[in-house]
């Protein structure tokens, strides 16, 4: 395990010093502190030690991690001072059936929302006792999209049609970058003189974003450098792609994997485990969920709570925050069948997840995955990624459904004033 280094371990403290007088006082950048030390843990320590000085505050706790930033400086973070510790809970044990995932999880859930593990745990239980979910990826592709100028409508259209004429000289292009990523399709949009090019990516156990920016970046300059006409690259994300906003083109088309699970509840077992019918649970999802979202005009929000869940996977399993945006997007459907059961599904149409790459090398982050099963490539690669996708399809079901009762049963004021401010605690 490597600790943050203290003062006086194995650098010079009187260097150490110098650097925090020189942070302090300004004469030193912060982005200097790895050059003027020599490793990025003293130069961690220096900045936390430099901000507590300058504000007069203590940063003892941000500093108190595990992270070697010798390993993570230069892929994963700049101007390190510590960390932030966030609670970890699992909710489980969750039976998924998937193409990838199979068998009982514990699902690591990271969160400060009072409440929100419980609420899937018990979720969780019911899914289970009805003998699990069934969770299905759909499409799986990782897009960037470069944004062109070309003087003209015409010559707009024929930079398309140019670009769908040579695909393959194009793919070659953009997978000489890379051993995993596979170019899927070019999808093109055009408004005038404008040209989006959105190129689709198998990326193995990758989330994929810099692999796709990178392929896609050779593939533009093969077009620029081949083609005829007149164009010019203006970006090389024109927000087609697109990335950590919210965008109907994500809902329609998928991004990252478009993931589904559904369950079949049993009547005796809704009752059991949530005291209501199955009828109040349809109703509350048709007068919230699709109604309440429609009149509210929603993007790709016709759901309960799927952020809570994406989010607190994301957090515990290093997965890109930001990505939240358009990975919570998705749909909750609900059915009270004639043979008394409660059937239920969601559907998530762009979640961007990866075991491999970004935030997934970090320790914590790392045990998170591997308590799942998927840490690191899968056999064959991307295998493990979409094993996490239906992971988390399944869990948002369970989410979904417990949420869905809780309000059925006007349970969820109650639930927070005990799990949320602590009266649960109290009244022990
Ligand atoms: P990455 O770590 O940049 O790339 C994945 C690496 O893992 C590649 O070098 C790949 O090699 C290798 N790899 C090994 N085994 C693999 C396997 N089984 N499947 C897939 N790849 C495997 O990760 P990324 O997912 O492309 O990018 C994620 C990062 O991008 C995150 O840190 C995220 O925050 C950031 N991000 C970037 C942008 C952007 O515009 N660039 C936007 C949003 C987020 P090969 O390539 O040779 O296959």
Redesign the pocket.
Known sequence: MVLMPREGDWFDEGRLREVVEALASGRMRFHEAERALGNSNAAALARRLALERMYGVSLSSIGSTIIDFEEVVGR?IENPIGAVQVPLGVAGPLRVEGDYASGDYYVPLATSEGALVASINRGAKAVTMAGGARAKVLRDGMARAPVFWTPSLVEARRLVEWVMSRLGEVREAAEA?????RLVEVQPFQAGNMVWLRFVYH???????????IATDAAVEYILAHYPGEARLVAI?GNLCT??KPSAVNLICGRGKTVTAEASIPADVVRDVFRVDPADIEFVNRAKNLLGSAVAATLGGFNAHIANIVAAVFLATGQ?MAQVVESSMGYTWVEARKDGSLYISVTLPSLEV?T????TRLPTQREALALLGVAG??DP??ANARKLAEIIAATVLAGELNLLAALAANELARAHRLLGRGEARRKK
């Open positions: 994963n970058t890379t051993r995993h990523g990326t193995g156990d990758a989330m994929g974003m810099n692999m796709a920016t994300s990335d950590k890109d990866g491999v790459g970004g935030g490539g899968g690669p991307g």
